[in-house]
Nanobody, 121 residues
């Protein structure tokens, strides 16, 4: 069994900062890409940021320069530092990870339960 547990969401004023964390636990052999997605009310889920096992990153255009994704492979944890938050960043944020539970097993995508981020104007 593999679990992804997120933390760090909350309510913040525009211009403020939050740091999200997502820790993977359970039967893990290796973790490939890790990422953060979000779903705002009435909108589809979108990719916010992604980081490979080699630390290559990519970002949604609207968060470039404000958000930073990082990972700690020793802790099986991915982070999302969010600065200069805007009301349009309000959404439920989900972490995602591609995990192999055994050697030579295919990667399987796992999702966290989601954490609410609300930015007031």
């Amino acid at each position: 069994q593999v679990q992804l547990v997120e933390s760090g969401g909350g309510l913040v004023q525009a211009g403020g900062s939050l740091r999200l964390s997502c820790a993977a636990s359970g039967s893990i052999f290796s973790i490939d890409d890790m990422g953060w997605y979000r779903r705002a009310p009435g909108k589809q889920r979108e990719l916010v940021a992604r980081i490979s096992s080699g630390f290559n990153t990519n970002y949604l255009d609207s968060v470039k320069g404000r958000f930073a994704i990082s990972r700690d492979n020793a802790k099986n944890t991915v982070y999302l530092q969010m600065n200069n938050l805007k009301p349009e960043d309000t959404a439920v944020y989900f972490c995602n990870a591609e995990i192999r539970t055994r050697v030579r097993m295919p990667r399987v995508e796992y999702w966290g339960q989601g954490t609410q981020v609300t930015v007031s104007s």
